[in-house]
């Protein structure tokens, strides 16, 4: 069974249609890569599958479970942005904390919780400062603390590393590497960055105007593309 099943997915914001039946299904464990340009949906699905847009047409399954009418809090799922929204006037520990609590976790689960993500992440040191405290590479770490906390069944990343300089962004890029190959769990990130993609992936999923164009292992997406854009986009050999 698949952990995520996007199944005949359109969505439309008035009169446009941004996603045009989507359709993909992930095992458990897989980590998506979804790239496409910019403007494609890519962000559009991301909230679909999160629970934070309605969708016009189609399903999302999660464990087999439809979910398409269940609210974000009820999907199990985590999601970090490229804005790392954390709450400025809570500590580290209060923000990786904050949204145990709101689903009334226990104290001493909460602690636990804290310290393992604070260990995986190296990010012991930073636990009682607030984010003004921080660096960008900092910050986006405890934003990534704050969903690993959570153990859900899958995570979103929508372009988790875009606003970091480019050596940080190759560390993080590691990081969550090891992390995937540590925990095992069930990633959707969508990037702009075709190395980010073939390193990451063990699947590509290509969109353009809200299609999924190609959906297949880094090899076949970057050796065999099914046309030129996806060519072009990949940097295929031609
Ligand atoms: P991507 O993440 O691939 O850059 P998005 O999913 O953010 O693309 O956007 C896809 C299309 O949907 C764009 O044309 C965008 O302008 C439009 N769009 C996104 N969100 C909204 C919204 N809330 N209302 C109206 N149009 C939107
Ligand atoms: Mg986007």
Not at 9 to 17: L, P, T
Not at 35 to 43: D, F, H, N
Not at 102 to 117: G, I, N, Y
């Amino acid at each position: 069974m698949a952990a995520l099943e996007i199944h005949n997915v359109s969505k439309d914001f008035g009169s446009e249609r941004v996603l045009k039946d989507v359709s993909i299904s992930i095992d458990s464990g897989e980590f998506l890569i979804l790239v496409g340009p910019s403007g494609c949906g890519k962000s559009t699905l991301m909230n679909a599958i999160a629970g934070l847009e309605p969708v016009t047409s189609g399903n999302i399954y999660i464990d087999g479970e439809d979910v398409t009418w269940r609210p974000p809090a009820d999907r199990d799922i985590a999601m970090v942005f490229q804005s790392y929204a954390l709450y400025p006037s809570m500590t580290v520990r209060q923000n990786i904390s904050f949204g145990l609590e709101m689903r009334k976790v226990p104290k001493p689960e909460r602690e636990a919780a804290v310290e393992r993500v604070a260990d995986l992440l190296q990010i012991t040191p930073l636990l009682e400062r607030k984010p003004s405290q921080l660096s960008g590479g900092q910050r986006q770490r405890v934003a990534m603390g704050r969903a690993l906390a959570r153990e859900p069944k899958v995570y979103l990343f929508d372009e988790p590393l875009s606003n970091l300089d480019a050596k940080l962004r190759v560390d993080m890029r590691t990081e969550i590497k090891k992390l995937h190959q540590r925990l095992g769990t069930t990633i959707v990130y969508v990037t702009h960055d075709q190395v980010e993609a073939m390193t990451l992936a063990d699947c590509i999923a290509v969109m353009r105007d809200g299609h999924i164009l190609q959906l297949g292992s880094p090899d076949e997406v970057y050796n065999n593309p099914v046309d030129m854009f996806v060519a072009g986009f990949m940097g295929s050999p031609s």
